[in-house]
């Protein structure tokens, strides 16, 4: 038998300029299609939740006079930095530049990415909130003093929910960073398996 080595050189060639097989390009389209999905559900329920939150701010002085105009003022400027803040960080991962299995693992690659840091800033902001809380309460307590004396117990339990409430989000911060980070690991596999 003769080795034809010229044919062996072209099928070498071959295999390398030829796509992904079928099944990852199945897999890939079904995850971004999930991914776009979870994407527009996700952008639809910030938004409401946004505008719910910035109603209640609107609403907040009229209605309790003891926490004053400052929280109402500190829940719109914590709703606008967050939106700011996911805008920036989503930039890019709106859609696929190419309609091509890399062009989908690369939007797969810069979705990720931007969730690890949306989930860096959340942990600061969670943090901020608390301290930007705790001053407030500082600079009102002539307003509420007197209110935290007749009902106590309605602000403990306001302060213990707020106390409870960082672990909680750490926790949910850390477990889906973990997530993440497997994801990010699996595409990037994914994308090195496609340029070797």
Same mark, same amino acid.
């Given at each position: 038998?003769?080795?034809?080595?010229?044919?062996?050189?072209?099928?070498?060639?071959?295999?390398?300029?030829?796509?992904?097989?079928?099944?990852?390009?199945? $897999?890939?389209?079904? $995850?971004?299609?999930?991914?776009?999905?979870?994407?527009?559900?996700?952008?639809?329920?910030?938004?409401?939740?946004?505008?719910?939150?910035?109603?209640? *701010?609107?609403?907040?002085?009229?209605? *309790?006079?003891?926490?004053?105009?400052?929280? *109402?003022?500190? +829940?719109?400027?914590? /709703? +606008?930095?967050?939106? &700011? /803040?996911? /805008?920036?960080?989503?930039?890019? &991962?709106?859609?696929?530049?190419?309609?091509?299995?890399?062009?989908?693992? @690369?939007?797969?690659? =810069?979705?990720? @990415?931007?969730?690890?840091?949306?989930?860096?800033?959340?942990?600061?902001?969670?943090?901020?909130?608390?301290?930007?809380? *705790?001053?407030?309460?500082?600079?009102?307590?002539?307003?509420?003093?007197?209110?935290?004396? !007749?009902?106590? $117990?309605?602000? +403990?339990? /306001?302060?213990?929910?707020?106390?409870?409430?960082?672990?909680? +989000?750490?926790?949910?911060?850390?477990?889906? =960073?973990?997530?993440?980070? &497997?994801?990010?690991? @699996? !595409? $990037?596999?994914?994308?090195?398996?496609?340029?070797?």
């Amino acid at each position: 038998m003769i080795e034809d080595r010229e044919l062996e050189s072209w099928r070498e060639q071959w295999a390398a300029v030829a796509g992904p097989s079928p099944d990852l390009q199945r $897999k890939v389209r079904q $995850k971004i299609e999930r991914q776009n999905r979870r994407f527009v559900v996700g952008n639809l329920a910030t938004a409401i939740a946004f505008t719910g939150i910035l109603i209640f *701010a609107a609403f907040l002085p009229g209605q *309790a006079g003891r926490l004053g105009t400052g929280w *109402a003022t500190g +829940i719109v400027c914590l /709703v +606008i930095v967050s939106v &700011a /803040v996911r /805008v920036w960080n989503l930039r890019g &991962a709106w859609r696929a530049e190419a309609q091509s299995t890399r062009g989908f693992l @690369e939007l797969w690659r =810069k979705r990720v @990415e931007a969730r690890l840091r949306l989930l860096r800033v959340s942990i600061y902001v969670s943090v901020g909130w608390l301290v930007f809380c *705790a001053i407030l309460a500082v600079v009102n307590w002539p307003l509420i003093g007197p209110d935290v004396k !007749v009902r106590p $117990k309605e602000w +403990i339990e /306001v302060l213990v929910a707020c106390t409870l409430m960082q672990p909680v +989000i750490w926790y949910w911060a850390g477990w889906l =960073k973990r997530r993440k980070m &497997a994801e990010l690991n @699996e !595409v $990037k596999r994914i994308l090195d398996g496609m340029t070797e």
